[in-house]
């Protein structure tokens, strides 16, 4: 390997870790700001919100690996293009075609790790991070009951505290309803004062009350049945005055609970690709029985139809016109018939309309599948074209550093994020075919890369913008 081969090797890898890793902590920054109302106040401990993170952050690869490499890959030639390294290079007849041949060797490794990353490495972590996520969402918030508001998170009770000193260790004024029978206001507990704690597991509330009464309302099953037939039945009343009483709480609802891995293994993002085409070729095999169960269900349903409500159609005029010739009469329909037709009409086309949408949530599951085969593939190729992008793009603009190849970098992805999410969602409405929607977006830009190919091959100084500013200045002062 050549002097400048290194070179040009030591300043490509260091700037795509680093505009890879800033594009990770971007997307982080972003996800955590749209996930953050159920992170805080349920007492997830460090190492749930540490999975959370890890396992989205390797999520946020599929997006953050194409914009590092045409980053990167503009951040170089632009900074060669700027100093006049590139001008030293064909000088020393060295062309732009040469200098890029290492790195395209580092960006063929950059696909063949995007491949594997996409067919092994994430579905895993994407399973991972939607069982995290599930049961921090199922978790209810911490114990956290204010004065003066009815607190309900608890299952079966309603708790009201009246006051609490500052530090919490003193409550006046506690009311408690027991609902856990389901038959309304029938238990309430009433206390002066008291105090409440958990226990250092987590798993148990308790309240140590003082002072207090309980009220009962005896409410059977049967009671309650007769209470519905006449509102002044009387039931038994009890009321039971303490100096002291523990109530304890059962805060099992509000543990973190393991979550079952099978119930996201069949999700298309959390499988590879021989797992997706045995899904799909399920899928196809289920809507293909579908759609005889549909066809079957709809034989013989059209009788009335064909005889009476089509009668004025063209086949309906030969059938009569060859029973006439054969001499059979076919008797005029009934009221009673032709009720029965329109009824049986109406009902069809219903029926039509959901057979049509089932059938088309069918299709879209089946589509659902295949654009994550496709997407496998397009991760990879995104790479490499981005990369035919860039590196020319640089060599023309010339402009090195963090501010114009940003920008255009930015402007860029976005355009080729945008069209990749409008052929994906017209690959699975059916509108294009899974193969067009996922490849729509490498297929209008792989033309644009040839062509900045050629024409930074060429030394063109169409997009250079100090050529463009001189070009401005010039009319200026004729003007």
């Known amino acids: 390997m050549k002097k400048i081969d290194k ?6 890898i260091g700037p795509l870790v680093l505009t890879f890793c ?3 902590f971007i997307l982080l920054m972003q996800f955590i700001w749209k996930y953050i109302d159920e992170l805080v106040g349920k007492g997830l401990d460090f190492w749930i919100i540490f999975k959370f993170i890890f396992y ?5 690869v599929p997006m953050a690996l194409p914009l590092a490499v045409l980053l990167s890959s503009l951040m170089l030639f632009g900074n060669l293009g700027e100093h006049y390294e590139l001008v030293a290079l064909k000088s020393a007849g060295i062309p732009l075609r040469r200098a890029m041949k290492p790195l395209v060797f580092i960006c063929v490794g950059v696909c063949c790790v995007a ?4 067919n092994y490495a994430l579905p895993s972590a994407y399973l991972n991070f939607r069982k995290v996520h599930y049961e921090i969402r199922t978790k209810k918030p911490a114990v956290n009951i204010q004065e003066g508001i009815y607190y309900s998170d608890i299952d079966g009770y309603v708790i009201r505290i009246g006051e609490k000193t500052e530090d919490g260790s003193k409550l006046k004024n506690i009311q408690i309803y027991d609902h856990s029978e389901r038959l309304g206001n ?3 507990t009433m206390s002066n004062w008291g105090s409440m704690q958990t226990t250092p597991d987590g798993k148990y509330l308790i309240f140590n009350l003082y002072d207090g009464c309980s009220y009962g309302e005896d409410v059977t099953e049967q009671a309650s049945s007769n209470r519905s037939s006449s509102e002044s039945a009387a039931y038994p009343f009890s ?5 002291t009483q523990v109530l304890v709480f059962n805060l099992n609802s509000f543990q973190l609970q393991s979550t079952d891995e099978n119930m996201f293994s069949r999700h298309q993002k959390t499988l590879g690709l ?3 085409q045995k899904e799909i070729d399920t899928l196809v095999w289920k809507k293909d029985m579908r759609l005889m169960e549909i066809i079957g269900s709809l034989s013989g349903r059209n009788y009335y139809l064909e005889n009476f409500i089509g009668r004025d159609s063209i086949e309906a005029k030969k059938a009569m016109a060859m029973l006439s010739n054969s001499g059979k009469i076919l008797p005029d329909p009934s009221p009673a018939e032709l009720t029965t037709a329109a009824s049986t009409a109406s009902a069809l086309v ?3 309309k959901y057979y049509k949408e089932d059938i088309n949530y069918q299709k879209e599951r089946v589509n659902l599948y295949d654009v994550e085969k496709y997407k496998k593939f397009s991760l990879s190729v995104a790479c490499l074209i981005l990369f035919f992008i860039g590196a020319p793009l640089g060599s023309i603009i010339r402009k090195g550093g963090m501010g114009m190849p940003v920008v255009v970098s930015v402007l860029l992805f976005i355009t080729y994020h945008i069209i990749s999410v409008m052929g994906e969602k017209a690959a699975i409405e059916g509108s294009l075919t899974c193969a067009e929607g996922i490849w729509l977006a490498p297929l209008i830009f792989l033309p644009f890369g040839i062509f900045l190919t050629l024409k930074a091959n060429m030394d063109s100084s169409l997009l250079d913008v100090n050529l463009w500013k001189r070009f401005f200045l010039k009319r200026e002062r004729r003007g």
């Not at 989205?56 to 946020?60: H, I, K």
């Not at 491949?115 to 996409?118: E, P, S």
């Not at 009321?239 to 100096?243: A, E, L, S």
Request: net charge positive.
């Open 7 to 12: 070179l040009l090797l030591k300043s490509y």
């Open 22 to 24: 800033i594009a990770i």
């Open 56 to 60: 989205s952050c390797w999520t946020f």
């Open 115 to 118: 491949f594997y990353f996409a």
């Open 186 to 188: 029938t238990r309430v």
């Open 239 to 243: 009321r039971i005055k303490f100096d």
């Open 274 to 276: 021989k797992s997706l």
């Open 350 to 352: 219903d029926d039509m």
